[in-house]
């Protein structure tokens, strides 16, 4: 703990501990969203006395929260920003900037004054499944009313910000806030207190939900091949920059409904999802291949055509996305998910997954969901507050999306171009018949590089396992885009005293095993529409061969 008195009162460490628990929760918050605060006093170091707010910071993931999560403020300057009338968001950031009391810390939340302005001491704000639900359909206001009585306020859907704080402010003798298509605000006069609210109303919510819910209609769908139609749905996701993806069988109830379209077009439960996984998700009703292409070729005209309808609220200086999903629900298979990384594709999914079932949830509930204003949608997609957020990650790395299959990886030039390839931040997948090697290059790869890689320990003159190698590349990551033969051996031997079995031996090592991997991986590379890269080791030898290497100097 820092001996900082900002850093080390009370106040905070009751935050922290609060906020770790709603974190934990998925249903209450997801990777980022919702945020927290706490109000107390503080003497400095120099012996001023301040009135202090902590506010988790934009983009703060709640379930690790510490002390760096959150931006202490200074409270009486908070409450001076109440005269203001109006404020843009770039006024209110700037001005909120100007409270912090302490050099370095993160940037406050964009919910800052919402919390500042209310004069509670713990305030919570979640992206509650169960309250979504009870209001992402035309008769949400009353349905909240139902639900949880008058003690709770109602707020239409208004974006992050000044005039939402402004609002806010004038329902504090309400018990909390119900915020649609948004979520719920909370407070108490104790960290506890704030903590129990939160739990009871989204309970309350989720217990009036229960007692409306029918069964939904499903439709019965064979599972597609997921070696013909992850690969051709990857390289759609990959139009613009390369991503690995992931199959999710979470998401077949889903899926399988005979509305799933109705669902996906309800669009995302909080806002704050579509940061993460754009405003609306595909639906491929045909799995063959023409059929994934007309999916992607459908999303593709409903973006354009919904981004032409807005066009005139894009901010300045910010350029139109693609129309390319990260999320695709396939009838038989679940979802596919999309990310630089497996870890990025699960997270994807994991918010997908949240906004989905509140819909399909409200479609059970009431019958009919209701997705956020067209052009609020695309001012909440293009918000440059939101887009903050993205920009506090690193750039990724020049390989991050790409799948590289490297052969005879566990030592040798095989582990140097596999080290390097992690460095670039490719995801791989490691083939060689020295198990125990393998595992050591992963581990190191994942250690000094955090980057997803996977070992395929076995004999690559055997045609099942060069099959299996492609297949696991397809299981693991969605595709190939690379494979780099390097498994070989040196036989050693002047051609006229070379045993037969020997030069076998050669050829099957350093020259079937790359035709057999070959084989198996262009056809993935041909089918998947990407290109792609095949990389052959040679050698000097091919050009002059040394004396006593006849036999490995044919195969290079």
Known sequence: MSHNPLLSAPELSELITRTRVIGADSSLVVFGG???????????????SHRVMWIKASGGDMATATESTFAPLDLDMIDELRAHQDLTDEQMVELVAKTSLLQGAPRPSIETLLHGFMPFTHIDHVHADAIC??????????????????EWAYV???????????????????????LAHHGVITWAETSKECLQ??????????????????ASTSISVAAPAISEVVPRIRAGMSATTAVVVRVDDRFLEIANRSDVNEVVSAGVSSA???????????????????????????????????????????PEGYDLFEGVPRVALVPGLGAVTAGKTLAEAEMVADIALHTHQVAARVRDCFGQGEAMPDAEIFRFEYWPMELYKLGLKPPPRAFAGRVMVVTGAAGGIGRVLALRLGELGASLILADLDAAGLDEVVAQLRNEHQVDAIAVAGDQTNPEIASATIARSIEAFG???????NAGIAV?????????????????????????????SMKLLIDQGMGGSLVYMASKNAFAPGEGFGAYSVTK
């Open 272 to 314: 704050d999802h579509m940061l993460r996984i754009r405003p609306f998700s595909m639906v491929v009703s045909d799995s063959s291949l023409e059929g994934i292409d007309a999916a992607f070729a459908a999303y593709r005209a409903d973006y354009d055509a919904y981004t032409q309808r807005n066009l005139a609220l894009l």
């Open 479 to 485: 595709g190939v885009d690379g494979v780099v033969f």
């Open 197 to 214: 609210e939160t739990h009871d109303v989204v309970a309350k919510a989720q217990e009036y939900l229960d007692s409306r819910s029918k």
């Open 156 to 178: 239409e859907w208004m974006r992050s910000g000044f005039p939402l704080s402004k609002v806010v402010e004038k329902l504090g003798d309400y018990r909390g806030v119900v």
């Open 492 to 520: 050693a031997g002047r051609l006229d005293e070379l045993a037969p079995s020997d030069w076998d031996k050669a050829l099957s090592v350093n020259l079937t095993s790359a035709f057999l991997l070959t084989a198996a």
């Open 34 to 48: 919702g945020n927290t605060s706490a109000k107390g006093t503080v003497t400095l170091e120099n012996g001023t």
């Open 133 to 150: 639900a009870l209001t992402n359909h035309p008769d949400g206001e009353s349905a909240t009313r139902e639900a949880l009585g008058d």
